[in-house]
């Protein structure tokens, strides 16, 4: 693995790892930009943030790592809705700057490739895995 390839692994770690602590410490605000349509706030909440650290945890074995990665992904998607939410009524969420909130899926969609890329088998560690 590169040098790149390792701080990028690294980088979506922290963020998952910080993300999932965030729920649990933060979880009113987590709670509050869940949109309305939603049900049950504080259980997506906590639901979530479990699957964040599952999902930081699993990045650390190369084994788990691919599924990690792909389940990752599969969150981000997940839970842009609040970050939508956010864009789409910033009066709602005055500490932020409305640029802030567009930025925020900016940096999201950058998340998913830094997730895919970084998470991702290369082709060659397929061609030297041992065949069956």
Do not use: D
């Amino acid at each position: 693995m590169s040098k790149y390839k390792l701080a990028g692994l690294a980088f979506v770690f922290l963020w998952f790892f910080a993300g999932g602590i965030g729920h649990f410490a933060a979880t009113a605000f987590f709670t509050g930009i869940v949109p309305p349509y939603i049900p049950w706030p504080l259980a997506v909440v906590y639901v979530s943030g479990v699957f964040e650290l599952l999902g930081a945890f699993g990045l650390i074995h190369p084994a788990t790592r691919p599924w990690a990665g792909m389940s990752l992904l599969l969150l981000i998607v997940c839970v842009s809705p609040a970050n939508i939410y956010m864009w789409q009524h910033p009066q709602l969420f005055p500490k932020f700057p409305p640029v802030l909130l567009a930025l925020r899926l900016v940096i999201q969609v950058l998340l998913i490739a830094l997730v895919w890329w970084s998470t991702r088998v290369e082709p060659r560690a397929l061609a030297a895995a041992p065949q069956a």
